[in-house]
Nanobody, 123 residues
């Protein structure tokens, strides 16, 4: 199994930037990492995913061109660089591991989850 801990959330003004980190421990090889987000009363939604090697990524349409997912396997960490943030990006952001190393976008496909970090974007 793998343990995931998110960090880097906070309060930022619209147009600003944040970088989220997802630190992994335990099994630290051959899995994809996805970022998802959730607001109260809504389903958890896909944001971005990266495979183990970092060679393949996918993004949800509304974040394309603004968010970048990357990973540093030497540090067992995956990053989500978020630029030009909008109030509608406000959510709790979660990272999750997929041991099939696929580019899954469905939360039900993920094997392990972190506890989340809150991102608040003020207008």
């Amino acid at each position: 199994q793998v343990q995931l801990v998110e960090s880097g959330g906070g309060l930022v003004q619209a147009g600003g930037s944040l970088r989220l980190s997802c630190a992994a421990s335990g099994r630290t090889f051959s899995y994809a990492i996805g970022w998802f987000r959730q607001t109260p009363g809504k389903e958890r939604e896909f944001v971005a995913v990266v495979n183990w090697s970092g060679s393949s990524t996918l993004y949800e349409d509304s974040v394309k061109g603004r968010f970048t997912i990357s990973r540093d396997n030497a540090k067992d960490t995956v990053y989500l660089q978020m630029n030009r943030l909008k109030p509608q990006d406000t959510a709790v952001y979660y990272c999750a591991a997929d041991f099939t190393n696929g580019l899954a976008t469905n939360p039900s496909a993920m094997d392990y989850w972190g506890k989340g970090t809150l991102v608040t974007v003020s207008s």
